[in-house]
């Protein structure tokens, strides 16, 4: 068990132990190992990335499609005295220009990104002469053709990281994957002999139950 990491979930994020996969998820980060996470929603994916980009030596960037998860997390880390900053078309170009010179001045530990910006020549300019220990895919089911949830936008992902100077550490994450779109995820993105990790999709706090109900309004005016 990585001590450091343990005190940094302590110390920023308030917990004492780590749930089901984060550990391993870490350990192979820390270890310079491409992941794939394949984790239910409120499982802790973000744990899983957030902790190894404090120990790790150079920014985390952080690439994902839904701009208010970016910014509900970098509030989130802002807040919990982690530097940290979302790019995307929330912002104008003046504001994305001062988070990339900060972030150049080694001022942010993680930056999200929405996919469309990495094409973009500032970005790309900023990736190419900073240090970039790691890349995390989120929703990373969005890159395969496979999926219901295919984004085009994803694709420029591997030609980005074919850009940098220096091949960083891949984690993908997703909450739900086919055997089909988990093989997408890792050959699309070139994984390098990855840690796949998969905790099932079962998620404890929700559970479906039947009712045969004859007066309806009764039995939810007694339930509310």
């Known amino acids: 068990m990585n001590q450091q990491a343990l005190q940094i979930l302590k110390k920023y994020f308030g917990y004492d132990s780590f749930r089901t996969g984060q550990e391993c998820i870490i350990d192979t980060i820390m270890a310079g190992r491409d992941s794939l996470a394949i984790m239910p929603t409120g499982a802790g994916k973000s744990i899983c990335y957030q902790v190894p980009s404090l120990m790790l030596d150079g920014i985390t960037i952080v690439i994902s ?13 802002n807040e919990a005295g982690i530097h ?36 973009s020549s500032e970005f790309m300019d900023f ?8 890349v995390t895919v989120d929703e990373a089911h969005c890159i395969s053709q496979w999926g219901q949830d295919f984004r085009p936008s994803y694709l420029k992902i591997v030609d980005f990281i074919k850009k940098l100077p220096k091949r960083p550490i891949i984690s993908a994450f997703t909450a ?24 099932g999709f079962d998620r404890e706090n929700l559970y479906y139950i039947v009712e045969n109900i004859k007066k309806k309004d009764e039995y939810i005016v007694d339930y509310i």
């Open 176 to 199: 739900t994957a086919t055997e089909e779109v988990k093989a997408d995820i890792i050959c699309t993105l070139g994984l390098n002999n990855p840690e796949i990790v998969v905790t």
């Open 127 to 134: 990736a190419e002469n900073t240090v970039i220990s790691m």
């Open 65 to 77: 499609p839904l701009i208010s998860l970016m910014q509900d997390q970098v509030k989130a880390l």
């Open 84 to 119: 940290a900053a979302y790019i995307n078309s929330s912002l104008s170009e003046k504001q994305i220009s001062q988070a990339l010179f900060y972030a150049g001045q080694g001022y942010y530990k993680i930056i999200y990104v929405a996919p469309e910006r990495l094409e």
